[in-house]
């Protein structure tokens, strides 16, 4: 059992639609991430929040707006989407980086919610 | 040249066998290294981590890190076909904040009865 939960497992969408994804961990990480995955392509990272504050941000469009709550919590704000962005969207928790380390930890990805715009 | 390289495959062993994959890094300021295993339709799940040069073995897996040749692979002994998936070589490096992830194309492996 994956210890970061996405909500839904499933979304349709139409293209006027608002809708949101839902990521919950409670692994005391301190940083969280959305990534994107198409079909047979790798997944392609969309945001990164330390702190709860947004630390990257890879140039993704303006329909899609992240929100980090709490330590624990990362949400994705969906609205006007197109069908191209149907894809499987991940969220993932590791431990944060400390300055000077030399290791990074490892991301911990949640199941994914597998978005379809009509 | 793409920051990690990986062979998509597929990758065809038989029962019993040793699997080999191999992935290549551009970035020579990476100093983490992760293998993911991925099942169709399913989430990444994180099967090894490398940070040293050498040999890192967990149960069948045994993962090894050249930095000087920008070189990691994943072997996976007495492969089952349960090891059929895709694996995703993955590369981080200092970030502001948070560890930034760079994913490989993915090679997929059959392991074949």
């Known amino acids: 059992d994956t210890e970061v939960t996405q909500t839904p497992k499933h979304l349709v969408m139409g293209m006027t639609n608002k809708k949101s994804l839902k990521c919950e961990q409670h692994?005391?990480?301190?940083?969280m991430y959305w990534y994107k995955q198409k079909a047979k392509k790798p997944p392609e990272l969309m945001f990164v929040?330390?702190?709860?504050?947004?630390?990257i941000n890879e140039s993704v469009p303006s329909r899609f707006s992240p929100e980090c709550p709490n330590s624990s919590l990362l949400n994705l704000h969906l609205h006007a989407l197109q069908p191209e962005d149907s894809a499987l969207y991940l969220c993932?928790?590791?431990?944060?980086?400390?300055?000077?380390?030399?290791?990074?930890?490892?991301?911990?990805f949640g199941n994914g919610t597998r978005l379809t715009v009509t | 040249q793409k920051e990690v390289e990986q062979n998509s495959g597929p990758l065809s062993v038989p029962e019993g066998a040793i699997a080999s994959l191999n992935c290549t890094y551009s970035d020579r300021v990476s100093q983490s290294f992760f293998w993911y295993r991925q099942y169709s339709g399913k989430s990444p799940e994180l099967i090894m981590s490398?940070?040293?040069?050498g040999d890192k073995e967990d149960g069948r897996f045994t993962a090894q890190l050249n930095k000087a040749s920008q070189y990691v692979s994943l072997l996976i002994r007495d492969s089952q076909p349960s090891d059929s998936a895709t694996y995703l070589c993955?590369?981080?490096?200092?970030?502001?904040?948070?560890?930034?992830?760079?994913f490989g194309t993915g090679t997929q492996l059959k392991v074949e009865l």
């Open positions: 993932a928790s590791s431990q944060e980086w400390v300055r000077g380390s030399s290791y990074n930890s490892p991301l911990h």
């Open positions: 692994m005391g990480h301190r940083a």
């Open positions: 929040y330390s702190y709860e504050k947004l630390s």
């Open positions: 993955a590369v981080a490096r200092p970030t502001g904040g948070g560890n930034k992830l760079t």
């Open positions: 490398i940070y040293s040069n």
